[in-house]
């Protein structure tokens, strides 16, 4: 079946840092990725997503490629910020019927000035 | 634009209750999804709901039905609530063309005592 495998958190970085969080997939097929974030207390938040593979997806200085060959969507940002700490989930979900989401573990960012 | 709503936002419930969680999608969407977030894990689809139907199933028992109105609202109903029904329930709205992104509501945060 599809499954989705995170990073192990908990990640804290710096200020101003790189980030970089892994997600690999196991899927059939050519599925969408989708990264989501959730800040405390609240729901999910889309931040980016990629159809296809080769498409890179980008939001608020967040980057991820659809990487086919190597079945990654790995979350990337050049400088992060305080207010960048949440839960960061990886997803896909197959585009034929009903869009059923499958959800990675989720990895906890911590950002320190 | 209002986005997807949900209520009650917390809910406490006793073993071997039975309990409703409710939920409005974003304007123009048609297909709820109801996924259950337990504690440091990523969300777990249960069921999605398109023209008052139930058309896909994730691996959850009986006790958890579902229901949606013609204008497009949800219920999301647990019967004979378990300590590890205790969980932040979330819905996701979103369009039937099956490419259409899921928008996520904040979440109603169920505990069972």
């Known amino acids: 079946g599809n499954s989705v495998t995170q990073m192990e958190g908990p990640v804290t970085l710096s200020e101003e840092a790189f980030l970089t969080i892994n997600c690999t997939y196991t899927a059939t097929g050519y599925p969408s990725l989708f990264w989501y974030v959730q800040y405390p207390g609240e729901g999910l938040q889309l931040l980016l997503k990629a159809t296809k593979a080769d498409d890179k997806g980008s939001n608020k200085g967040f980057e991820a490629t659809y990487r086919k060959e190597t079945t990654s969507f790995h979350l990337e940002k050049g400088s992060v910020q305080v207010s960048d700490s949440a839960v960061y989930f990886c997803?896909?979900?197959?585009?034929?019927?009903?869009?059923?989401?499958?959800f990675g573990q989720g990895t906890r960012l911590t950002i320190n000035p | 634009d209002a986005g997807v709503t949900q209520s009650p936002t917390h809910l406490i419930k006793t073993r071997g209750q039975q309990v409703t969680l409710r939920c409005s999608p974003k304007?123009?969407?048609?297909?709820v999804s109801w996924y259950q977030q337990a504690l440091g894990q990523g969300p777990q689809f249960i069921f999605q709901y398109y023209e008052e139907e139930e058309r896909q199933r994730g691996n959850f028992p009986d006790r958890f039905s579902g229901h949606q109105f013609p204008n497009y609202s949800s219920e999301l109903n647990v019967n004979a609530l378990l300590l590890g029904d205790s969980a932040l329930y979330l819905c996701?709205?979103?369009?039937?063309?099956?490419?259409?992104?899921?928008?996520f509501g904040p979440g109603t945060r169920l505990l069972v005592l």
């Open positions: 996701a709205s979103s369009l039937r063309n099956g490419v259409e992104t899921q928008y």
């Open positions: 304007s123009g969407h048609d297909t």
């Open positions: 997803a896909l979900a197959q585009i034929q019927g009903a869009q059923k989401l499958v």
